[in-house]
């Protein structure tokens, strides 16, 4: 068999250095293992060696590890290591790679953070990660840096700490100087370095699973026992001894957002409980009950720790509530209950079954968990805080309705046959009820002693953003409470980024953003701040730097059917200056015709409604990417603006980003709540770069406009259309093409981001040109590729432009600013055919045809290398 690590078996002779040859096979673990081993080689450093795909996945931090946020530490990506390695403590000999004295300095088990895995955050640079070591917890991120001219043999990462209970506010490498013996020995590094003193005790290669308690596991080979010279009876070849295969946590699987609960059978719906998540770990008769995070929270809910005892080794998936006097959940009297340590009246609503006994049940069917789960309660008969939680398998939109009527949070919906996966998946959906999230506290404020409000900030990317005030909710000695909380946390600076959020003034006070808040609100004003916000409560179960703006699963890349009677256009008065919401974002003035000529004509509130439909297609094509729009304040009869940078007043739902080379910043929509902002101020187009995602100075698609003569039949252009189709086609690349909402068509190639030999955009353009003229110089009777309207009688012009740093095209899906309000519409290459009307894509009529569409839905796949295509046109390849 190969060896998994062949870099490192090179690097070191070990007839010299005691260090593992890697030939020795290590158990496998129900978690995956960590450990930081403290490094004097040439330079002190401390190793960072994560378990993956049965290696070390391993970095050198340069400066050692810290806890404190704001520290970024660098580290080097070093060689694979095996995972015996883990156990090494010891002298690597002078004059060997790594030559230098080696400590067990930390040591435990790792989880992923978010919805990617890991192999797929490492190929992207971005891995979030947990740690549940003996000295470092807590939330982590490796970022990988770009490469230098100079720093093409090693690549280089940083090592952030994440805000949570474990980040420190400052001296964050005082655990380094704290922590100066071995987790594994209890010896300094004079002590390792002398050869004397006990020796490490085994991590990796443990045998403490070989004792009375354990248990035979035959899908692993013999490796333990063979290590040991132990001997096995007949009975028991093929198999060895492991732990208990209770795995002391499980990362919980989450839920996604949704406007609606999922239509059709195959799902089943419960009540969306407004509590602590907690995860419930029985063995033995022990009871751990943790948080979504992996922290022990059993101290702080002892009488349901006690109810559980009598259940059988299991971990159940669940919620703790507290219940009101109609027996709804309640998150202020949870807040409440254990602020005053009275929790016998709280409740542990167990909904799924993970593990039962020695069996691992996460493969299986959802429904056929819970039947399993409803039988061991019934069975084992816990004391009355275990509850099992009951589900509906009828429609969801009547769930969800009863639900509101009980004045309920609202629904989760979950797919029946679907299995149990860690981090957030589509097959768990909620729908709300009412407006609800969490906010992180940047301030308050006061008059005079008497405290006033909350000053609310959510994470959206790097930027922490204002969000609003929250002025209600602060009865029965809450105001209080929040006042000793948030007095020591107290800073002379605002912690708030970008434009919105107050000016310091007497009464404002700014705080450490380390506390979340749960709060309950009636929806967005335009420009993205939280209106009648009511406090239900802090949350200590959520660490701040998780809290970003929600955003609804997208559906398919289909969209429901827009109609005048849509729910988001309630609270209309039918009065002058009246308002209508879209998504929770107020819209003023929802009857202001923007396509005035129409019958009826297409107002403000039609614009909204149509980006709310289509926006979870549209919007992959628009995030992270600077976008000019068209503003038509007052129809498109009248004076259009064309935006090219942020107005003063930009709403919170928008993004504002500085590219190199200009100081003003761009517009930049990631969220579709950000398209119905838009709606606000008329903007009836959208014109995004063709850059790739964050990196604006890397081109991402070629847009080539199809712009015909005015004596050109459109049947012409359909034909260019396939004929440029087919030689991108022949040089490698895969073109889709949608129409502009005007007399041409265009053709969009998406483009491989190339790593650090991506092509410039100077490149791009040249090779856009390059295609055109030479479709040109073959038919000049038909094509030409100068702009010169004079020179464009009965020919079709070929533009290239598009594809220039700076140059934008008009959106898949985006609304023009011309008469019959048609839309710049995604086809189907077999819709590419003579009859193709491009008029017939209008606002009204693409959400219905769009929901029938299979357009574009490759496109993600069909990136593809610019730099081969150029060979290829060079004929070099």
């Not at 009540?271 to 979504?292: C, H, N, P, S, W």
């Not at 409803?374 to 084992?380: G, Q, V």
């Not at 970008?498 to 450490?512: L, Q, R």
Request: hydrophobic fraction near 35%; aromatic fraction near 8%.
């Amino acid at each position: 068999m190969p060896s998994k690590v062949p870099a490192y078996q090179a690097k070191r002779d070990f007839k010299k250095t005691r260090e593992p040859s890697g030939d020795v096979e290590v158990r496998p673990s129900n978690r995956l293992r960590f450990v930081i081993q403290k490094h004097d080689a040439t330079r002190l450093h401390y190793d960072l060696r994560l378990e993956l795909d049965g290696v070390f996945k391993s970095w050198a931090v340069t400066r050692g590890p810290s806890q404190n946020p704001a520290d970024k530490r660098l580290a080097v990506e070093v060689e694979d290591h095996p995972l015996d390695y883990g156990d090494f403590e010891g002298t690597i000999p002078k004059g060997e790679y790594g030559g230098g004295t080696v400590m067990l300095w930390d040591r435990g088990y790792w989880e992923p953070e978010g919805d990617m895995s890991p192999d797929a955050a490492l190929k992207k640079g971005d891995l979030k990660f947990v740690l549940h070591g003996d000295r470092l917890k807590g939330s982590f991120v490796l970022v990988r840096m770009k490469k230098g001219r100079d720093d093409d043999k090693r690549t280089n990462w940083l090592l952030i700490k994440h805000r949570d209970d474990h980040a420190a506010s400052r001296n964050g490498a005082a655990i380094l100087n704290r922590e100066k013996t071995s987790v594994a020995s209890g010896r300094d590094m004079a002590g390792i370095a002398s050869g004397k003193g006990r020796k490490p005790k085994p991590f990796m290669l443990s045998e403490a699973a070989v004792d009375a308690d354990a248990v035979w596991d035959s899908s692993v080979g013999l490796a333990a026992e063979e290590r040991r010279g132990g001997k096995h009876s007949a009975s028991k070849q093929g198999r060895r001894f492991s732990a208990s295969p209770l795995p002391a946590f499980i990362p919980p699987q989450l839920c996604k957002s949704q406007d609606r609960p999922p239509s059709g059978s195959g799902w089943l719906h419960e009540i969306k409980f407004d509590g602590y998540r907690i995860q419930m770990r029985i063995e033995a008769g022990k009871v751990k009950l943790m948080t979504r995070k992996g922290l022990d929270w059993t101290k702080s809910f002892k009488p349901i720790a006690a109810d559980a005892e009598v259940l059988p080794d299991t971990i159940l998936d669940g919620e703790i509530c507290a219940l009101d006097e109609s027996g709804a959940p309640d998150f202020a009297a949870l807040q409440a209950a254990l602020s005053e340590g009275r929790t016998e009246d709280l409740a542990y609503f167990a909904f799924d079954l993970l593990f039962h006994a020695d069996e691992d049940l996460r493969d299986i069917r959802l429904d056929e968990r819970k039947s399993r789960l409803e039988a061991l309660l019934a069975d084992a008969k816990p004391g009355p805080r275990i509850r099992f939680v009951e589900h509906f398998e009828t429609g969801g939109d009547a769930v969800l309705r009863s639900a509101c009527r009980l004045s309920l949070e609202g629904i989760v919906s979950k797919q029946l046959d679907a299995p149990y996966r860690s981090g957030r998946s589509d097959s768990w959906v909620k729908s709300k009820c009412r407006a609800g999230h969490e906010v992180v506290i940047g301030g308050y404020t006061t008059n005079g002693s008497q405290f006033r409000s909350l000053l609310a900030g959510i994470y959206r990317g790097k930027h922490f953003v204002y969000v609003g005030r929250v002025g209600t909710g602060f009865g029965n000695g809450r105001a209080r409470m929040l006042l000793e909380t948030l007095k020591p946390l107290k800073t002379g600076r605002s912690p708030f980024t970008g434009i919105g959020a107050p000016k310091k003034d007497e009464g404002v006070h700014w705080v450490t953003p380390d506390q979340v808040a749960e709060i309950e609100f009636a929806g967005w004003t335009a420009n993205g701040q939280v209106r009648q916000a009511a406090f239900k409560g802090l949350r200590e179960d959520k660490p701040a730097s998780e809290v970003a703006a929600e955003e609804p699963s997208p559906k398919e890349r289909a969209a429901p059917k827009v109609e005048p009677n849509h729910e988001a256009t309630t609270k209309m008065s039918g009065r002058k200056g009246a308002k209508a919401e879209v998504m929770g974002v107020l819209i003023s003035n929802p009857d202001k015709p923007l396509w005035p000529e129409e019958d009826p004509p297409v107002t403000k509130q039609d614009l909204a409604l149509f980006y709310e439909a289509v926006g979870a297609w549209m919007i992959d094509h628009l995030r992270g990417r600077p976008c000019s729009v068209v503003r038509a304040p007052d129809g498109i009869d009248k004076e259009q603006f064309f935006q090219r940078h942020a107005m003063p007043g930009t709403s919170n739902l928008l993004e504002l980003v500085k590219v190199p080379g200009d100081k003003k910043p761009y517009l930049q929509v990631d969220r579709i709540e950000g398209l119905v902002a838009l709606a606000q101020v008329a903007a009836v187009e959208l014109h995004p770069w063709n850059c790739q995602p964050a990196k604006p100075d890397v081109p991402g698609r070629l847009v080539f406009d199809l712009d015909p003569g005015p004596d050109v039949a459109f049947s012409a252009v359909v034909d260019t259309a396939l004929e440029l189709r087919d030689r991108l086609d022949a040089l490698g690349l895969v073109s889709f093409c949608k129409t502009t909402g005007g007399k041409g068509l265009h053709i969009v190639t998406p483009l491989d981001a190339g790593g650090s030999k991506s092509i410039s955009w100077e490149g791009a353009k040249d090779f856009a040109y390059r295609v055109c003229q030479q479709m040109a110089e073959d038919q000049p009777d038909r094509y030409l590729t100068k702009m010169a309207r004079k020179l464009r009688a009965g020919r079709i012009f070929l533009d290239y432009l598009r594809n220039d740093r700076m140059a934008t095209a008009v959106a898949p899906l985006s609304p023009r600013a011309r008469p019959g309000a048609t839309v710049s519409m995604p086809l189907t290459w077999a819709q590419v055919k003579s009859g193709l009307d491009p008029k017939r894509f209008t606002i009204r009529s693409v959400p219905s045809l769009l929901g029938k569409s299979d357009a574009w839905k490759d496109y993600d796949q069909s990136k593809r290398s610019l730099s081969q295509a150029i060979n290829r046109f060079d004929g070099k390849t």
